[in-house]
């Protein structure tokens, strides 16, 4: 293995597990996730785009890619932390709107769901160098 593929999974497995809670182990969670669909920027710089699969987390790294279930109706989405939130108590991610219209959640404007860490981006670039 290249030195920096292995630097790049260390630090992925050190924020994993810092992220989680220090449970490595921990590679799902519940509770409620709402949407927003306006904005200008994300707190990781990027142009927010309401219809792009993105998610808003208070501390995942920008970059983390999670699987989001809507357990009233098991639909998925694969969405990738681009922004800081939510800021409503009781709510642990805020999706964007075209990520909240695949699981069908606009209507209702919050959803208890499950979420599933996938992968982060910067592992997944170094390991494809």
Do not use: C
């Not at 497995?13 to 921990?26: E, K, L, S, V, Y």
């Not at 590679?27 to 993105?54: I, N």
């Not at 098991?74 to 108590?89: A, E, H, L, M, W």
């Amino acid at each position: 293995m290249k030195p920096n593929l292995i630097a790049a999974l260390v630090t992925a497995a050190t924020i994993a597990t810092a992220t989680f809670g220090g449970a490595a182990h921990a590679s799902s969670w519940t509770g409620k996730a709402s949407f927003y669909s306006h904005g200008v920027r994300t707190a990781s710089g990027a142009r927010f785009q309401p219809g792009a699969m993105t998610a808003a987390h208070r501390s995942l790294p920008f970059g983390t890619r999670l699987r989001v279930t809507n357990l009233a109706n098991q639909r998925s989405v694969t969405v990738t932390v681009n922004d800081r939130g939510p800021f409503i108590g009781g709510r642990i991610l805020d999706l964007s709107s075209g990520a909240a219209n695949v699981i069908g959640m606009r209507n209702s404007g919050v959803a208890q769901v499950r979420i599933e860490h996938v992968a982060s981006l910067d592992v997944v670039d170094s390991a494809e160098r």
